[in-house]
């Protein structure tokens, strides 16, 4: 693996294999396979796990990190172009992490970058490095990937964690619920690419009366800056918000992902149940980054 811009035609092997690293990870302290290289964290959005697990990853593993966590700071608020800005970039670190609002960003980056480009999120476009975890969390808490119940619930739209996911599932065949509020609903072309891999899904508003079949449900925030509309965020996510209540008529196995950070579409009184699994997700994030560094450094 050079890159890792997308999900998009990943190999199962590749994913598989990446989480099984993943899980030697958690089992076992990290060696400093890494010493003497650097990772160049390039984040022109903001991003709180994306970032500091991957340099928490990095440092674990013996390497060394530099990089913006806001392009204000750098020559982009001059006018250099997101191209000299990895160009420049690429001639100090031996790795790039980008995140940045333009679809496509990072693939920019990787035609103008000899060393590997990670895409940390481009826009609306791909989150590849969430979709690895995800999964690894997805199989962690089920112990499979195959053949599960997966609700994918918020702004299916704009979130680019739920279209990064998706373009795996071809390797899963889960049976999927898509839960948006109007006119946030999942574009007709990822539509159009679930019936061409043959997976069944239905499109709903609410999320009462699927809880009872679920082993997953993956939440996820509406992505307000993303679009101009002034939304009343509260208003849009009550007919799905996660509460205790909804959740009475689940099965036992059920668990909720959310890539974070979330906003009131899950009530906090459902941290405490066994069903909350976010936190530990969030936690999987580093290992997998670390499985990630490993895969593209040595
Ligand atoms: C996500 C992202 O940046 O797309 N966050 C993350 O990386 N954990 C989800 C989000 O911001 O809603």
Do not use: W
Not at 108 to 117: G, I, M, R, T, Y
Not at 179 to 202: C, N, R, T, V
């Amino acid at each position: 693996m050079r890159h890792l811009l997308s999900t998009r035609d990943m190999p199962k092997e590749t994913i598989l294999g990446l989480l099984d690293r993943a899980d030697q990870h958690k089992k076992t302290p990290p060696k400093p396979n890494l010493q003497g290289k650097i990772l160049a964290t390039c984040f022109f959005e903001p991003s709180t796990r994306t970032r500091l697990s991957f340099e928490t990853a990095m440092k674990r593993l013996g390497g060394d990190v530099i990089g913006f966590h806001a392009a204000d700071h750098t020559s982009s608020k001059k006018g250099e172009s997101l191209q000299d800005t990895i160009r420049i970039m690429a001639q100090y670190a031996d790795a790039i992490a980008i995140r940045h609002p333009l679809e496509g960003s990072a693939a920019l980056a990787a035609e103008v970058s000899d060393k590997p480009v990670i895409n940390c999120g481009d826009g609306s476009n791909q989150h590849p490095t969430q979709t690895l975890l995800d999964l690894y969390t997805i199989r962690e808490s089920q112990g499979r990937l195959e053949g599960l119940q997966i609700a994918l619930v918020g702004d299916l739209k704009h979130g680019r964690t739920v279209h990064s996911l998706l373009h795996t599932f071809n390797h899963f065949k889960p049976r999927i619920y898509l839960i948006a509020p109007p006119g946030l609903e999942l574009p007709k072309q990822q539509l159009d690419e679930l019936k061409a891999h043959g997976i069944m899904f239905s499109c709903h508003q609410t999320l009462d009366s699927i809880v009872p079949k679920l082993d997953i449900i993956y939440c996820t925030r509406i992505q307000h800056e993303r679009f101009n509309d002034k939304i009343e965020h509260a208003e849009l996510v009550k007919p799905y918000r996660i509460t205790p209540e909804l959740l009475e008529p689940a099965k036992p196995n059920l668990r909720i992902l959310h890539p974070l950070p979330r906003l009131n579409e899950i009530d906090p009184a459902v941290d405490k149940l066994s069903h909350a699994y976010y936190f530990e997700q969030s936690q999987n994030g580093l290992y997998v980054r670390q499985a990630i560094l490993n895969t593209v450094l040595t």
